[in-house]
């Protein structure tokens, strides 16, 4: 006859107390940053000067935003004079100039947003359909040259094309239409702007979705295939859903910068005469601050729009990770 041995059971605990008390952390997982960061201080090292750079240049300029709150003088304390409450966002709230600038911005900011974030995503489309190397890469260098122009040059170019003589008035002369002074009539700043930051950034926007496009797994497309799904169909079920958290990743990025529409293009390409349309915050700022020496006022409208600015990503990104499960944090 066979017996079968059995482990003996457990001891029960000696107390309450003993069953309920947690084990003790590890020292090791409490020593494990230390440890991490005597083994690779050479990568730790290289963030260095990117925190430097963000503490100096993001971080300590944040500390005037105090004189938004205080009447501060060309030539006094660089922290103002004496405290003044919320004057000057009452001023600027209060101002029916200031309304106008804000729905300009807003204007502009969706009209940006609405063409220049879709398009880089339908040209990576395109580009990743097409099998001649040769002219996929042909068209990559024309729509990437656009990025790495500066604002003046294209500037000067879409004020070149849209002069009494350039080129659009060519064309509106060759259907026999009149010269129109394109830069000079509010109606037509929106399309000069917006057409001009699609032709500067949709090209280099690609970059990123042609990366994110690498990244789908080959098998879904052969399992689209089998089920009979077309070359559509696997866009839209297949393509779309890989690069969706690099789609979100950059909208939650764009809305970020919804109000800060494009300041040195506008500037440049702007004149009293189109303000009624072209005039943004971001200009209406540079006028109070570096022309009406009122640094105090445009402190207050210049923290208005980072608060709003902040209340926008805030939103976008609970809103992404609530209904499409990306976020950024």
């Not at 482990?7 to 084990?23: D, G, I, R």
């Not at 350039?166 to 009539?185: E, H, R, S, W, Y």
């Not at 000069?192 to 979705?209: A, H, K, P, R």
């Amino acid at each position: 006859m066979t017996s079968t041995l059995r482990p003996p059971p457990p001891a029960p605990p000696s107390s309450p107390q003993q069953a309920q008390s947690p084990a003790p952390r590890s020292p090791r997982r409490r020593r494990s940053w230390r440890q991490a960061l005597r083994r690779d201080w050479q990568l730790y090292s290289l963030a260095i000067l990117p925190l430097l750079f963000f503490l100096v240049f993001r971080y300590l300029p944040m500390i005037g935003n105090i004189i938004a709150f205080r009447r501060f003088k060309p030539g006094g304390s660089i922290f103002g004079e004496y405290w003044v409450g919320l004057r000057y966002f009452r001023m600027f709230l209060t101002d029916p100039t200031f309304w106008e600038v804000f729905t300009n911005t807003l204007v502009l900011g969706t009209l940006t947003l609405l063409f220049c974030f879709p398009l880089p995503i339908v040209l990576a489309l395109l580009l990743n359909e097409v099998r001649a190397r040769r002219f996929k890469r042909f068209v990559q260098s024309v729509s990437y040259l656009p990025h790495f122009l500066s604002i003046v040059i294209v500037a000067a170019m879409v004020m070149q094309l849209t002069s009494i003589e350039g080129t659009a008035n060519q064309i509106v002369n060759l259907f026999g239409g009149d010269p129109v002074a394109f830069l000079q009539k509010p109606e037509w700043f929106r399309t000069i702007y917006v057409s001009s930051e699609v032709w500067q950034t949709v090209g280099w926007g690609t970059i990123l979705y042609l990366a994110a496009l690498t990244t789908v797994d080959e098998d879904l497309y052969e399992a689209a295939r089998i089920d009979g799904a077309g070359r559509l169909r696997q866009t839209w079920h297949v393509t779309l859903p890989g690069i969706r958290p690099t789609m979100m990743t950059l909208l939650i990025l764009n809305i970020g910068s919804f109000l800060a529409v494009g300041f040195e293009k506008i500037l440049l390409l702007y004149n009293p005469l189109t303000y009624p349309t072209a005039d943004v915050i971001s200009t209406y700022l540079f006028r109070m601050g570096f022309q009406s020496s009122n640094f105090s006022y445009a402190a207050a409208i210049g923290l208005f729009e980072a608060v709003i600015g902040l209340i926008l990503v805030l939103s976008a990104n609970v809103i992404s990770r609530r209904t499409v499960g990306t976020s950024l944090w």
